[in-house]
């Protein structure tokens, strides 16, 4: 049992089975294309920087409340 059969060129139909053939490997090379540019963005991408949170301190806090 053959995991790839090519199509006999002497049976008539099989012209068919070449232009799948054709649609099959153009399909996967796009496909291909596509993964490889859309992993290629990702690793591109910055990582975003990362804030500290700003907390009051006593002074700025009853300040506030005078306010």
């Given amino acids: 049992m053959d995991i790839f059969t090519v199509p006999d060129p002497n049976d008539p139909m099989m012209g068919y089975a070449y232009i799948m053939l054709i649609f099959v490997l153009i ?4 496909t291909v294309y596509k993964m490889k540019k859309s992993r290629k963005q ?7 920087k990362a804030y500290d949170m700003y907390e009051y ?3 700025e806090q009853s300040d506030k409340k005078k306010d």
């Fill in 57 to 59: 301190t006593k002074n």
């Fill in 42 to 48: 990702q690793t591109d991408k910055p990582e975003p």
């Fill in 27 to 30: 399909a996967a090379s796009f």
